[in-house]
């Protein structure tokens, strides 16, 4: 069995905004968003960018802030 992927998603006479990983719908009260099945697992990230991206972060605190990251 194949599941095809979801691109796109609409409920009529609702308000909607589309991002490039989910749908958000207004219903007045609540906020609802299309996302990737619950059970399964997110997409991993490539190591490297998960250490490009903490590494600025690092970059950025100690820039506004003045002093070395105190957790590294």
């Known amino acids: ?5 979801l691109l796109e ?5 609702i308000p ?3 991002g490039k990983v989910r749908d958000i719908y207004d ?3 609540w906020l ?3 996302d990737w099945d619950k059970d399964s697992e997110p997409p991993k990230l ?6 490009r991206t903490r590494a600025k972060y690092i970059e950025a ?3 506004l802030v003045g002093e070395a ?4």
């Open 27 to 29: 219903f007045g009260d």
């Open 61 to 63: 605190f100690e820039l």
């Open 16 to 18: 909607v905004r589309r």
């Open 32 to 34: 609802e968003t299309t």
């Open 9 to 13: 998603s609409s409920v009529e006479g």
């Open 69 to 72: 990251f105190p957790w590294t």
């Open 1 to 5: 069995m194949s599941a095809a992927a």
């Open 46 to 51: 490539p190591e490297d960018i998960i250490q």
